[in-house]
């Protein structure tokens, strides 16, 4: 998950526990060693979501050159909430079987 307060942290990974996932939150801040986090974050990932609004540009780029190398789905999403994390999610998977059957 990128993108989103860094104070909602604890609300998403609650959200991803109740739906059985483990999820890791980035705020999207890619300056710095922060660029590094982001990055790793994303080569963990099955599938990762970013939120865009707000969220740095250059968080989104970075998250879709690593995503795009490691073969992992990325989800782009305007605004999202802790709630709305299963339907983004169920679309996500799809999308990650979809590129997984294309391969």
């Given at each position: 998950m990128i993108g989103g307060l860094s104070r909602s942290n604890h609300a998403w990974e609650r959200a991803g526990a109740?739906?059985?996932?483990?999820v890791e939150h980035h705020d999207g801040d890619a300056h710095g060693c922060r660029a590094a986090t982001l990055a790793a974050i994303v080569q963990r990932?099955?599938?990762v979501i970013a939120i865009t609004m707000p969220n740095s540009h250059g968080?989104?780029?970075i998250a879709r050159r690593v995503a795009?190398?490691?073969g992992c789905?990325?989800?782009r999403v305007n605004r999202l909430s802790?709630?709305?994390l299963g339907a983004v999610v169920t679309d996500a998977l799809a999308i990650a079987r979809t590129?997984?059957?294309a391969r």
């Open positions: 109740a739906l059985g996932l483990v990932a099955d599938v968080a989104i780029a795009s190398r490691c789905a990325l989800v802790p709630r709305g590129q997984e059957l």
